[in-house]
């Protein structure tokens, strides 16, 4: 170890170039930084219930990616009047295109764009120019081609869509990877009856579906070239569109935060080029129709039948222009009531009303959009951009509120980036005020805030080049490693200041390798405890945690290895300090702060006289807290992230008591057999089992709000067939009925899979599975927990296993709720898994370096005592144990440790040389002492930062983190050192028997310096 610092002294340049040239090395990474508010970003990829979610999206689509709208008058009137649907029509038309594209529409548009910018493009991945050449897009089929598609149904593609092609070889891979296991590892719940039957292929996640997955845009992305850009308004831009033309061009602008006070002022070419790029992408997500349902009350559905036919009919007739035409009279707006009326379906759905009286008597209070988007591996852009189309509508005596997982996911997103943007200008401040207060000089607060910035920057750039996303719990990565790297530049610094004396007595040089040896020794040792200690949360199943332990345990060496050579390099170019006074290396030195060294004499004089009753009275502490433990409890579901009067979190109150639920999971259902789903019995079963999930217990105490399924389509059929009576609103009792009602059906089935689009949510290919969407969410003021998911599946366990028709059956459920079960389950035994790996490791590790069973044992008590206290005050309080907060144990044992084995090593050191125990303790606080409160400060401040959050868990682990900080300083500067006191533990013994007889690790990190 001597070695390598004086090489890092005698050539200190060639340090400080490497650490400048790995520096820009790493700050390249920062361009692949992206942030993941979601969920599977935080599942495991290979636990099932994530497997068996996957899946279902393929067959019945993604759920997670539910909006749901809330529509109301500012004023609280009924909401059916012709202002209010003049203000929905054009941002229903533009979400519309999204559903169905029109690719002659959309090219015209596109090509006025480019005819009056001057600006061309040419196709990615192609060589040539296109100028203003339009390229054959996918859709650009001849007639004979189309009618091929549509007489053999052709599997890849449609006359009405776009072509949807295969997936490439890296997608494939994905879904070997995604898919691998066995169907029998699904936790289905069955019974020994239904194991009899044919295990159903859907759910045989060794076989991919044969259907492509994520759909792909009808032609390449293109390559524009700006060169020719002149300038023109968005007046000008706005004469060559129409109508919903112009209402994009609106929202992007909205949405793209573009600032334009006069229309007829030239555009920027910045400006026009972020429309062209926003306009761009949009073309592609419309060409793939990324809306798969969208369900609302001007293009909405509702079915009629004749002798021969049931057919969709949209809520508004169209104009001979197109346009939807608004109801004027009152005659016309109560039979538009009656079509929302007519289908019980629509309520809660599409509809809801001022009271529970008669719904026919009752005012319609808002309405609602709900949309589903295709699978697609990202939806952060559009989901985004959906987001402020909408919102773009709020106002005029509208109002609009949002919610939904993509919903959550965005605010979730943009949170994480402000907390970024508080955190590292406040940490990097509070840091800097931290070092001036405990050195007082120029040198002290630029080496090390310096040292903290580059271990900062070098983790985050390495997990930028790996891309690696940014979760809620890798958002905390740059303060934290701050605030460690803090305290190893502190510990190296505050070395340096001590042995100034030392110094001027031996030379600069040779003082500084001494002094650098000795504490380089002891920061290497706490760093690798510390980064063991983070290394355990990577035996974590949450996918997030281990990118965090992982990181965090990277980040810790990085900012140890610049604190040992940046700061001792630079020092060695720099002319050492004055020293003041005569006295020996003992002497107070006016840098220090005089509080601090108040401190450390009065827990000297605690420990050194009244140990005995340290110990008691901590005993009896740990004994009150303890009790708190068993007030603990887990909650994972991302709306208590959210403080009250955040948007997200008063938006899914609104639309959860309008419309009875904003996140939407899967209860899929097993018939045993294809075409299973059209026997009587099996639909009434399921109609059954609705109503069971929403009564007044499922609502109360399980907050399971609202169901959709195939029975709703069935029941609306038999309805319109039979003079649209509502004692007709029921499964029929005929077999053969059904069936007929599903082949005149004359809905589109525009990927030619069996099943009518509309129904694709309900059922699969075969038609033998039902998907029931069970709606949850915020019910009488009460957020859906945890807690509810597991004994909402019990609920239905125990229901089917007492049917005698469930009996039959299979079953399964996915989600997002599922989710949040599964990782509220994985927080809780990870959570007991590291508290119990770090302890024992962090006591192997000191047994091990100081050839010690009591040393070993030593280390554990600070810590241990924390983790009591903390978690204990947490139980007390009613405070949740969420995933940011799981983390608590691992940062506070891996980075308390560090004072712990600082104040062993120091004590050990000067047991040899102290006549007395008593004399040790006090030159063990007068030097390791300071160095401990220092860091601690630095600590506790850089945690605090955390305070800042949006989020209500990071706020609580920053305030929990200090609270911690402040407890395992104390532990280890006055606890440990009573504890040994009391018990009179002598340090310098060591084990010497078995394989220790030869092996002495202890003394490689020992050296001569300690007799300095």
């Known amino acids: 170890m001597r070695k390598l610092i004086e090489l890092n002294i005698r050539y200190p340049k060639i340090v400080l170039a490497f650490i400048t040239a790995f520096t820009f090395f790493t700050l390249a990474g920062f361009k692949n930084l992206y942030f993941d508010g979601s969920t599977e970003a935080l599942m495991p990829k290979k636990n099932i219930q994530y497997l068996l979610g996957e899946r279902a999206k393929k067959i019945y689509g993604d759920n997670k990616t ?155 992305g293109r390559d524009y070239n700006y060169d020719n850009y002149h300038e023109i308004s968005l007046a000008k831009i706005k004469e060559g569109l129409d109508d919903a033309g112009k209402h994009q061009l609106d929202s992007i602008i909205y949405h793209k935060k573009i600032t334009i006070t006069d229309e007829n002022a030239p555009l920027s070419r910045d400006t026009f080029q972020e429309i062209l790029e926003t306009w761009e992408f949009l073309y592609l997500q419309k060409s793939i129709e990324i809306i798969k349902t969208f369900m609302n009350p001007i293009t909405g559905e509702d079915i009629v039948g004749t002798a021969e036919e049931l057919k969709p009919v949209e809520f508004l007739e169209k104009d001979a222009d197109g346009n939807y035409r608004i109801p004027q009279t009152k005659e016309e707006w109560d039979i538009y009531r009656r079509k929302l009326y007519g289908n019980p379906a629509f309520e809660y759905g599409l509809f809801s009303t001022k009271s529970s009286a008669d719904i026919k008597s009752d005012r319609i209070g808002a309405l609602a959009l709900n949309m589903v988007l295709r699978p697609q591996k ?33 605010f979730i997103q943009e949170y994480m980036k402000r907390d ?174 005089p509080v601090v060294m108040k401190i450390v004499k009065f827990i000297s004089y605690l420990v050194v006289n009244h140990s005995r009753w340290v110990v008691f009275i901590t005993g009896g502490i740990l004994v009150i807290f303890s009790i708190g433990l068993f007030g603990l409890y887990v909650e994972t579901a991302p709306m208590f992230y959210f ?202 590790i000191v047994f091990l370096l100081f050839q010690s069973f009591k040393a070993g044992i030593l280390a554990i008590i600070p810590i241990s005592a924390s983790i009591v206290i903390v978690y204990g005050f947490m139980g007390f309080f009613d405070i949740a144990l969420d995933i940011p907060k799981s983390m608590l144990a691992a940062i506070a044992i891996g980075i308390g440790v560090d004072d712990t084995i600082h104040v062993l090593k120091t004590l050990r050191a000067n047991l040899k040389h102290s006549a007395t125990m008593k004399d040790a303790i006090i030159a063990m606080h007068a030097e390791a002492g300071l160095s401990v409160i220092y860091t601690s400060v630095a600590l506790i401040f850089g945690f605090s930062v955390l305070m800042f959050s949006n989020f209500e868990p990071v706020f609580y682990l920053g305030w929990l983190m200090a609270s911690t900080m402040v407890v395992t300083t104390i532990g280890a500067l006055l606890l440990l050192p009573a504890v040994i006191c009391f018990f009179k533990v002598d340090l310098r013994v060591k084990y010497t028997k078995g394989i220790f007889r030869w092996i002495h690790l202890d003394k490689f990190f020992e050296n001569d310096s300690e007799t300095k």
């Open 66 to 220: 539910f909006f749901i709208a809330s529509i109301e008058t500012t004023d609280g009137s009924d909401i059916l009047n012709e202002k209010v649907f003049h203000h929905i029509i054009p941002l229903v038309t533009e979400l519309e295109e999204f559903k169905k594209f029109n690719f002659e529409l959309e090219d015209k548009r596109l090509d006025h764009l480019l005819n009056i910018s001057g600006v061309t493009f040419k196709e990615k991945n192609q060589k040539k120019d296109s100028s203003l050449q339009k390229q054959p897009s996918a859709m650009e089929k001849s007639l004979e081609e189309q009618m091929d598609s549509e007489i053999f149904k052709d599997q890849k593609s449609s006359a009405s869509t776009p072509a949807v092609n295969a997936e490439s070889d890296l997608e494939k891979q994905m879904d070997e990877e995604i898919f691998e296991g066995k169907a029998s590892d699904a936790p289905m719940r069955e019974t020994e009856e239904s194991q009899k039957k044919q295990d159903n292929p859907n759910w045989d996640l060794s076989k991919p579906l044969a259907n492509d997955f994520y759909p792909e845009p009808s032609r390449a």
């Open 378 to 410: 990202d939806h952060t852009l559009i989901s985004n951009y959906f987001f402020d189309t909408i919102q773009r509508y709020d106002g005029g005596g509208v109002s609009i509120r949002q919610a939904g997982v993509p919903v959550m996911k965005i």
């Open 420 to 593: 970024l943007k508080i955190f590292l200008p406040i940490v990097i401040l509070v840091v800097i005020f931290t070092f001036y207060l405990n050195f007082r000089v120029v040198r002290g607060v630029v080496l090390p805030s310096i040292s903290v910035i580059l271990g900062m920057i070098w983790t985050l750039g390495i997990l930028g080049h790996f891309r690696i996303p940014v979760t809620t719990i890798v958002n905390i990565l740059p303060p934290l490693l701050i605030a460690v790297g803090s305290s190893y530049s502190i510990h190296v610094f505050n070395q340096y200041m001590h042995d100034q004396k030392m110094m001027h007595r031996e030379g600069k040089k040779a003082g500084l390798v001494l002094s650098m040896s000795y504490i380089s020794l002891t920061v290497i040792l706490a760093a690798f405890t510390t980064f063991v200690g983070f290394l355990t949360l990577t035996t974590s199943e949450v996918t997030s945690m281990r990118h965090f332990g992982i990181f965090a345990a990277v980040g810790t060496l990085l900012s140890m290895g610049i604190a040992v050579t940046m700061i001792p390099a630079a020092l060695s170019i720099m002319n050492l300090l004055p020293v003041h006074g005569s006295g020996g290396a003992s002497d107070e030195r006016v840098h220090h702060n």
């Open 643 to 844: 403080e009250k009067d955040s948007y997200v979190y008063t938006a899914d109150k609104k639309i959860s008591e309008n419309f009875h639920g904003s996140i939407a999971l899967n209860l899929i259902i097993d018939s045993g057999k294809n075409g299973g789903v059209k026997d009587p019995e099996f639909l009434k079963f399921i109609e059954e089992l609705r109503s069971f999930l929403t009564n007044e217990e499922g609502k109360n105490q399980y907050q399971q709000l609202h169901t959709i399924a195939f029975g709703d389509v069935i029941k609306r059929m038999h309805k319109a067939m039979n003079e649209d009576k509502m004692e007709y609103f029921v499964i029929p009792d005929d077999r053969s009925v059904i069936e007929d009602y599903i082949q005149i059906y004359s809905g589109n089935d525009k990927d030619s899979d069996g099943r009518i689009d509309e129904w694709e949510q309900f059922v699969d290919r075969d038609f033998r599975e039902v998907n029931v969407v069970v709606r949850t969410g915020t019910w009488k003021g009460n957020l859906f927990r945890t807690s509810m998911s597991k004994k909402g599946e019990k609920r239905i366990a125990d229901y089917m296993g007492s049917h005698p028709y469930g009996k039959k059956l299979t079953w399964r459920m996915v989600g997002e709720t599922i989710n949040f079960r599964v990782l509220s389950e994985l927080v809780v035994s990870g959570q007991f898994q590291s508290i119990f790996l770090t302890i024992i490791i962090v006591g192997l």
